[in-house]
């Protein structure tokens, strides 16, 4: 790694332990308690097959983020995948439906907490090194 690179140990630890945590806790909820999560968060009746994919998905990232603990950099393309699909997502879902002002509100508190991992991820990140050309 070259001295210009600046990482930002903590941010990028603090990341993982958010995605263990919030991912982790949300998928597992999906699968194992899907109709308590669909409660808590008043989300509709969803096609089961599609909500435990989203369940699955948020709990592989919960497990590469433990491995994200031990080597952050090697691990830091899982954080740069976290904060492309949630970038897509505003800008493919969000974005639209605000324009046209059907936005629903149960979805409001999802949308903060994914804001708030694009925000954690963006400083995190430590892209000058995730795109540095490879020395092989």
């Known amino acids: 790694m070259s001295?210009?690179?600046k990482v930002r140990m903590?941010?990028?630890k603090g990341m993982y332990i958010y995605?263990?945590?919030g991912a982790g806790g949300f998928g597992l909820?999906?699968?194992v308690a899907p109709e308590l999560i669909k409660s808590i968060f008043a989300w509709p009746v969803a096609e089961p097959i599609a909500f435990g994919i989203v369940g699955s998905i948020w709990v592989a990232f919960a497990?590469?983020?433990?491995?994200g603990l031990r080597s952050p950099?090697?691990?830091a393309p899982v954080l740069f995948l976290q904060l492309c699909y949630k970038a897509v997502w505003f800008i493919g879902i969000v974005l639209p439906l605000l324009v046209t002002a059907q936005f629903p509100t149960y979805?409001?508190?999802h949308a903060v907490?994914?804001?708030t991992y694009i925000v954690g991820d963006i400083i995190a990140i430590p892209f000058s090194y995730l795109f540095a050309k490879s020395s092989e």
């Open 73 to 75: 950099l090697k691990f």
């Open 19 to 21: 995605t263990i945590v």
């Open 113 to 115: 907490i994914f804001a």
């Open 63 to 67: 497990i590469l983020s433990v491995f």
């Open 29 to 31: 909820g999906m699968l």
């Open 10 to 12: 903590n941010w990028l």
């Open 3 to 5: 001295k210009s690179t």
């Open 107 to 109: 979805a409001i508190l």
